[in-house]
């Protein structure tokens, strides 16, 4: 497992910087990152190499590794060379991936700059692209050099992007911590304690991760809601609706999904009615019709968790505790999909 350091960028950088030898420096930041972040790390660095992409996830492509490829090339990166991941998920996933293939692999550290990315999508390893629309299709297992977390960045951030990393807070919480669940589910949005569920989020993903870095088993636990979710997600980058974001098409997922735990009675109606009015409460309702439904059950058939053509699910099984690997057919799945849009309307 890569080092997470949890503290001001002004402390760890320098820090990390001073503890190797890099023959060149590049920062991968986007249009965000570069107006609100980079100018907080610039003077902290050395002579190096600026990497700006237009942000979104619609920028995850191949397209895109290209150009930072390319100025990798043009700037005469060797194999003792560092990237620097100035973002949120998108940078560090594509980034990351970058870095991965790049001559072979570079090192790279991740710099996350949003909630969603300080407390899951920087730490573990998993870097990607999406391909033909669906969601991290291409991608390496890839521990970055740092992981340097800086909690006063999310200053920067609006309410919809705290709220978007939030679901994965949430997330954690239901899988491996039931006391924790029971703290967040009390406080609304604006009384959560940043720093301190930074912190415990990066733990209990290292736990996880430290124990099946390539999720051949565990790992698969911290896919609650993320089967029909990131289907959820993929949709709507195709529909003139407004896009969602990570998380709240992962507040989809999770209601959805422990609708199916409930009716396979792997969890009681208390739990589930709990999920069900934190996660109206947080994220509002996302409208389905009757008529999304079947493009996104079709694309829960390239959920990387799959075995053949069987879709294999994270559930929850009890407060604080998840399964993993479980079969769940189409009809399961679409009275998921039926119970959260009748909350929804």
Same mark, same amino acid.
């Given at each position: ?6 503290? @001001? %960028?002004?402390?760890? $950088? /320098?820090?990390?910087?001073?503890? *190797?030898? #890099?023959?060149? +420096? ?125 909690? @006063? %960045?999310?200053?920067? $951030? /609006?309410?919809?992007?705290?709220? *978007?990393? #939030?679901?994965? +807070? ?126 996104? %059950?079709?694309?829960? $058939? ?44």
């Amino acid at each position: 497992m890569s080092t997470v350091t949890i503290a @001001s %960028l002004t402390e760890s $950088l /320098p820090a990390f910087l001073d503890a *190797s030898d #890099f023959s060149a +420096i590049a920062v991968i930041a986007d249009n965000h990152t570069f107006k609100f972040c980079y100018p907080e790390i610039k003077a902290l660095l050395p002579r190096h190499t600026l990497v700006r992409i237009k942000a979104g996830e619609e920028q995850k492509h191949l397209a895109t590794c290209e150009l930072i490829w390319d100025a990798l090339t043009r700037a005469n990166f060797d194999r003792h060379a560092l990237v620097l991941n100035l973002g949120g998920g998108v940078i560090g996933d594509m980034g990351g991936f970058c870095a991965a293939t790049y001559k072979r692999g570079i090192a790279f550290a991740q710099l996350p700059t949003t909630l969603l990315a300080q407390v899951d999508a920087s730490v573990g390893g998993k870097l990607g692209i999406d391909f033909n629309g669906f969601k991290n299709h291409i991608g390496v297992f890839q521990q970055p050099n740092a992981v340097l977390i800086d909690p @006063s %960045l999310l200053a920067t $951030l /609006p309410e919809r992007e705290l709220r *978007s990393g #939030f679901a994965e +807070i949430i997330k954690h919480c239901l899988i491996a911590d039931a006391g924790m669940w029971n703290d967040i589910r009390r406080r609304d949005l604006d009384e959560q304690d940043w720093a301190r569920l930074v912190a415990h989020s990066v733990a209990v993903k290292q736990r996880v991760v430290e124990q099946d870095p390539t999720e051949k088993g565990l790992r698969k636990i911290l896919n609650f809601g993320h089967t029909l979710g990131h289907a959820v997600e993929t949709y709507f980058l195709t529909q003139p609706r407004k896009r969602l974001l990570h998380g709240e098409a992962i507040a989809v997922g999770m209601v959805a999904e422990a609708f199916i735990a409930f009716q396979k009675k792997m969890i009681d109606q208390e739990l589930l009615t709990q999920i069900e009015e934190y996660v109206f409460a947080v994220y509002g309702n996302v409208r389905l019709t009757d008529a999304d439904t079947e493009p996104i %059950l079709a694309l829960t $058939l390239q959920d990387k968790k799959n075995r053949g053509n069987q879709v294999r699910m994270a559930l929850l099984d009890g407060p604080g505790s998840c399964a993993f690997d479980l079969p769940v057919t189409m009809a399961d799945m679409r009275r998921g999909l039926a119970f959260y849009s009748g909350l929804s309307r």
